[in-house]
């Protein structure tokens, strides 16, 4: 059977793509021609996807750190409601795109994954703790798909650890189309065995009782309990 290609999602102005606030992006060299021989992108930007054009008013998190809204920088207007919708929508489009993985811009009150500046609401006062507004919501709608940021990514170990998680969950889908049978998930069990084991042993010991156990459960309980031990898994790096 013919392989699909690794498909990640991706912020659209990592690409080289002119869609910042300022007209301008923000090319990586080493996703577009390192990593990019190997994958398939899906472009995404939020903000300019949203309707706010561009070039257009740089924006910024405000409020509540768990909560912010997302508000442009001089005349405060508040593009949360939009961007929430626009973004309900396109992840379910993204649904059908089968992504093993995302690759997020760093620092973006839309696009960040982690550690985004929230101001007060004096707007002076900011503090790293946020994360972007369409950002958090492909996290929570796709909990098992590995994500990192380009800034992240020149850490060799996060990249190798992020670059496995890709290709795993390709093995994963592959497996996946084949049929869910008790046999196939022994088999895949077994071939990943070293990848598993370098992550945590404690995962791959219980992943591999799953699989003994397989038969108690219905077949979908089965992969599904896999899917999420073998996402947990390999998150972690094994100090042992
Ligand atoms: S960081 Fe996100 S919203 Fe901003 S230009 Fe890049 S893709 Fe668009």
């Not at 396109?90 to 620092?107: Q, S, T």
């Not at 945590?200 to 459960?217: F, N, P």
Request: with cysteine; net charge positive.
């Amino acid at each position: 059977m013919k392989e699909d290609p690794i498909k990640i999602g991706i912020s659209t102005c990592l690409l080289g793509k002119k869609v910042r606030w300022d007209g301008n992006h923000k090319h990586d060299r080493f996703l577009t021609d390192t990593l990019g021989q190997y994958v398939d992108y899906v472009p995404v930007c939020p903000e300019m996807e949203c309707g706010m054009g561009v070039p257009r008013e740089p924006v910024r998190l405000v409020g509540d750190p768990f909560a912010p809204r997302l508000m442009t920088i001089r005349t405060h207007k508040d593009f949360t409601g939009q961007m929430k919708a626009w973004a309900g929508k396109r992840l379910l489009e993204l649904e059908k795109e089968n992504l093993c993985g995302y690759i997020f811009k760093c620092d973006s009150p839309s696009s960040g994954m982690i550690h985004v500046k929230v101001y007060g609401e004096d707007g002076k006062s900011a503090r790293k703790v946020g994360v972007g507004i369409f950002a958090r919501m492909f996290m929570d709608h796709f909990p098992r798909i590995p994500v990192e940021d380009d800034c992240r990514l020149h850490d060799i170990k996060i990249r190798e650890n992020f670059i496995e998680r890709i290709f795993m969950l390709k093995k994963w889908r592959e497996l996946l189309k084949t049929g869910k049978t008790l046999g196939g998930l022994a088999d895949f069990h077994t071939r990943q065995k070293l990848l598993v084991l370098a992550h945590s042993e404690t995962h791959y010991r219980e992943m591999g009782r799953t699989v003994a156990e397989g038969k108690k459960m219905p077949v979908d309980k089965l992969f599904d309990t896999y899917e999420h031990l073998m996402s947990d898994a390999l998150k972690l790096r094994n100090h042992a």
